[in-house]
Structures are given as C-alpha cells and as structure tokens.
C-alpha cells in the first residue's frame, strides 16, 4: 500500500471519530443547558470549547458564549478544525483519494453526513440542533458497521487505528475538562449541577447503562474516572483505545513487515496503563496525569506516521 493512501485511510478514521464526538458532545451540552440554571448552562458551553480547543478561536471571534453562538460554531462554521463540518468535510476529501478502497456503504455514510450541511446556516433551536446532531451519529454509526463488514486487511486497520488514538484523544480532554473547569464558582462539589455534569459526561461517550451496570454505589465522580480510564470493556475509554491501538499495530506489522517505533511506543503505554489505579490517579493530580496522555497520545501519532512514512 502507498504511504499516501495509508495516510488517507489513518485520517479518514481520525477526523470521522472527531466528527462523531463533536456531535455526542453538543447533543450532551444541549441537554445540560437545559437541564441547568444560569450560569451554569453558560459554563457548559464554554467548557464544550475548552474541549474541542476551540475557545481562543471563538473569543477572537467576538461572539457571547450561548447556545445559539456556540452550537452554530461547533457544528457549521468551517473556519476552524473543531467543528463537526470542517471534521466532515476534511474526511470526505480523504475518503475521496482513496475511493477504491472503500465499499459503497462507506463512501454512501461519509458524504449523507457531508451533505447534512450543504446550505444549512443555522444549528436552529435546541431541538433542532439535536436533531441535526443525531443525523450525524447515525451516519457515523453506518459509516463504521460499514467498516466492519469490510475485509479485514490493511484498508480497514488503517481506518480504525485512526479511530482508536483520536478517540483516545478525545475521552481524555472530555476528562480533564470537565474536573478542572466545568463546574461554576460557588457551586457544590456533588451538587445537583455537579451530578448532571458528571452524567453529561457519560452521555457523552455512551457509558450511562455501563457504569450502572458496573457500579453499584450510584454515580461518583471517582467511578466515572475509572471507568473513563481503566475499564477496557467500555469501547471508549482510555484503556479501550489503548489495547486496540496495540492490537491493530500488530496486524500491519504482520501483514507489512513495518514493525518499529510506533510498535514499542503503544506496547510500553498499554503495558503502563494496565497497572494504572485509579485511587492513584487522583491522589497523583487527575489533571497531570492526563494532559501527559494527550502528549503521550500525539507523540504515538507522530511515530505512526514515520513507521508508515506519511506524506
């Protein structure tokens, strides 16, 4: 396979899982603002910016965070990487150098969601914008039932190891944001709101009915960290995302013969993560211990593509 095509298919994978998240993202902060008093609704916006790392991008727009300014930024507006069209966009553009490559299931998922937004100029009310976001998931859905039931060979690993560090990207800034920015000044450490932000959270990365099913104590903020972190039957956490980078980098090696940095980077950080503890992590610093998995996580990004030579 030519290095450029495997490029094509690894960012195919990032920026079609970056897509979906922003959508889960938006859906949850729409449900907490309207869940919320104010301003504590206001809060969740703007940490829904802080996330995706788009708040200098929107205050150099001189826009007032609400939620019409806010979910019009996150879902339509093209001018910066954080945005559920300019990830869309972005991936169809990669799906289209590697067109052959894909069934048409594939491609059929990539551009519905691409066309969702032809001549849209308006996230709209909170029900609409709800709307426009589960139209987006659902596409997405059908884009990886897609993947999956194509041949399991170099196409599709390079797709899902794409997948798998962006996604670990993304549940370790949804972590790190809502422990140390979220929660409004003056509200209580296990309050009502503080409650709702930690459900938002699963929510987000579809883990409600697991934790219940993991976790009999009834919801805390410590268990939502370990499930988040270290429970590898959750397909979106930390430990997940890890495992199936590990996983996936064994297959190319088989099947290219490519075996080397990127190979002992994801092993070593599998190898750290299976010893993590939880209690540990947040005696340790939650905060520390996570923005040194998203170094970590962009360093393997950049090893991936000089394993495979990148262009």
Known sequence: MLSRTASSLYWLGRYVERADFIARLVEATVRLDVLSPRPAGEAAWASALAVTETDTAFAASGQAITKSNVARFMTLDSSHPGSIVRALDMARNNARAVRTALTREAWTAING??????????????????????????????????IHRMLRNQTT???RLGQAIERADNTARLLDVKYHILLPEGERVGGVVDRDQWTTILQTVSAVTAYRW???EGLRPSNVIDLLIARAELPRSLAASVEEAVDILNLLAKRTGLHGE????????????????SGEVIAGGLHQYLQGFIAENDRLHLAVGRQFKFS
């Open 214 to 216: 993991l976790y009999s």
């Open 113 to 146: 969601a691409w066309l969702i937004f032809d001549r849209r100029a308006s996230a709209g009310s909170a029900m609409a914008t709800l709307n426009l976001v589960e139209a987006v998931k659902a596409e997405t859905r059908g884009f990886e039932g897609a």
């Open 262 to 277: 990127a190979d002992r980077m994801a092993r070593a950080r599998q190898a750290r993560i299976a010893r993590t503890k």
């Open 157 to 159: 690993w390079f797709i």
